[in-house]
């Protein structure tokens, strides 16, 4: 992993990082372009979805914020999680201020998505955009299946509006909800430590299934980083769009 923090070391240090340097990133993806994503663009939020949203009864009381997308809105890549965790609860950012979001940042920087330190409470992304499938945060529970479905025009105008070309599946639930929609396989029949850092093939995406964070080992998110490396960024994974008319 050449001179970039090893996991461990990422997820036991404080909140006090230097931002890495253009040359540190040990992969550059291909893109959709090469633009970095600048101050002056919007990132969070891009598509103006209701900030107030108070669709959802259970979970109006208990959340910090409505926390909407965020990152490139160019991105092939899309990273889909179940819902908003303790540090993006209170800074509106996904994946953000925890030890979760720490993790997926971690990846996302070996990837060569984020130029920005794990900590970084506002991560610099290219060709990545980050979401979920219920955007409020109950701080007991998972998201009802209720909720899921309550939600899902959101996640469905971002999937229109960015149109990637992979989709980040983070946990079970997330997975089985967009394999309904997007594969030709029972959702029912996926085990997800089976299915971490694998491909699976769906209907004008292509799913990278990844285990919840919070579950992860770093020899998890090393194998991560490893099967994108070598299986997606070495092929023309955009032929999978001309499978399917959107
Ligand atoms: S989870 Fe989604 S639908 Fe429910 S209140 Fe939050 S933003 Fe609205």
Redesign the pocket.
Known sequence: MGHRPHLCQVLSRPSIWPRFSDSSITHIPPGRSNSTVTSDQQVQNPFGM?ED????PG??DC?ES?VHGYGDVGAEFLVVGA?PGPGADQSRIPFTGDDGGERLQWILGELGFSRSSPADPEPDLQNVFLTYL???RHPDRD?TDK?VD??EP?LNGELRMINPEIIIPIGERVLRALAIEYTMRDPDGFDLPEEHATTIRGRGFELLPMRRLDRQTDADAEAFVAHVVETVFGRDYRQTKGRRER
């Open positions: 209701d949203c108070t669709n959802c979970l109006t959340r409505v819902a219920t955007r409020c998201p909720e309550t939600c959101y």
